[in-house]
Each structure stands twice: as structure tokens, then as C-alpha cells.
Nanobody, 124 residues
Framework: QVQLVESGGGLVQAGGSLRLSCAAS????????VGWFRQVPGKEREFVAA????????YYADSVKGRFTISRDSAKSSVYLLMSSLKPEDTAVYYC?????????????????WGQGTQVTVSS
């Protein structure tokens, strides 16, 4: 099955931007929905955004709509999350996840394959 590897996390000032990457290995993302989730200690994992690989259709959580952009690059078998106008409350571990399908879903239980996460810290 597909393996997911996140990268691009780090420390950024409020108002700044950061781009996260999710690279597929073992298989391509063809036929998958790929999403981003985030989690802070003591809270449940929160949906951020998702993309349908075939059509590039996207779905965003209200909290990030207009600030974050999810995209894909088929040549690199990668999904990206461009985060702009970052706020301290965006601080979390960000996870890439995927499942085989075409319908965009925000519930974490639907996603079958998960990366290890990358830390994003936004300073005020």
C-alpha cells in the first residue's frame, strides 16, 4: 500500500507562510483522496483540507478557508498544503492521510493511510 512522508514543518512568525509536502511512495496517489489533519496535545485530530487526486477537487475546513491551499503535483507524486496568514492557533502536528476513493470526506476514520506528522509552530 501507499506510504506517506510529510515534510516542510517548522517555526514561522504569525502572518507568515509555510508549505507542507506529502510524498507518496510504494504507489502513486491515483484513485485516492489525500487529506491534511492537525492535532495538538489533549485534543482530537482536526480536519484541515482534502483533495481528490484525479480531478483536483478540494475541500477545506472553515477555520483555514481562504488562508490554506491544498494542491497536487502528479509528476512528483506529492500533495502540498500552502499555509498563509498563519496564526498561533494553527500550531499543531500536521498529518497527511489518504484513502482509496473519490468522495471528499472530513472524518478521520475514513482515512486508511497516515504519515508520521510534521510539527508546525507559529509564534506571536
Amino acid at each position: 500500500q501507499v506510504q506517506l512522508v510529510e515534510s516542510g514543518g517548522g517555526l514561522v512568525q504569525a502572518g507568515g507562510s509555510l508549505r507542507l509536502s506529502c510524498a507518496a511512495s510504494g504507489r502513486t496517489f491515483s484513485g485516492y483522496v489525500v487529506g491534511w489533519f492537525r492535532q495538538v496535545p489533549g485534543k482530537e485530530r482536526e480536519f484541515v483540507a482534502a483533495i481528490r487526486w484525479t480531478s483536483s477537487s478540494t475541500y477545506y475546513a472553515d477555520s483555514v478557508k481562504g488562508r490554506f491551499t491544498i494542491s497536487r503535483d502528479s509528476a512528483k507524486s506529492s500533495v502540498y498544503l500552502l499555509m498563509s496568514s498563519l496564526k498561533p492557533e494553527d500550531t499543531a502536528v500536521y498529518y497527511c492521510a489518504a484513502y482509496i476513493g473519490t468522495v471528499l470526506v472530513s472524518t478521520s476514520s475514513r482515512y486508511e493511510y497516515w504519515g508520521q506528522g510534521t510539527q508546525v509552530t507559529v509564534s506571536s
